[in-house]
């Protein structure tokens, strides 16, 4: 039996750069997609760094799945060890890309509104600030997750 390797970013992540053979399950998608899977088959869980790889890995193993690895360190590591990867032909632009610009239209309309409205909108702007640091501090962006399942972002309907 083939160790099966499962990629758990999002697809704008994945299509930047990927290990060869990897299967894109963002981890947002992992529960549902993973119904029908063997639970004793050998799954290989790799992310950006391992953080989202060793959260897959306590998913699965809380249904059951009983052979799991996480590549420790995940793409970043990989990578840094010289190995190769995979790069989409026709990518989105990268997550990190798509945040920037989707906080600061989001900051700016709280602004504007804030300005020629109710001075009450600058709050919506100091929470999605807020948002930001939280997110930079824990290592997690609901925004990203959020944007990965945007049609722009969907793997089917980008031509590799």
Known sequence: MSNRLIDVREYPEFAEGHIEGSELVPLGTLDKASEDWDRSEPLTLVCRSGRRSDEAKQTLATKGFTNLQVIEGGIQAWTNSGKPL???ANRPWS???QVRVAAGSI???FFGLGLLTSKKFF???ALVGGALV???V???CAMASALGRM???D???ATA
């Open 86 to 88: 995979t790069v989409a």
């Open 95 to 97: 997550m990190e890309r």
């Open 107 to 109: 900051v700016l309309t």
């Open 123 to 125: 709050i919506g702007a």
């Open 134 to 136: 939280y997110s930079g």
């Open 138 to 140: 824990s290592d997690t």
């Open 151 to 153: 049609p722009w972002n």
């Open 155 to 157: 793997p089917e309907k």
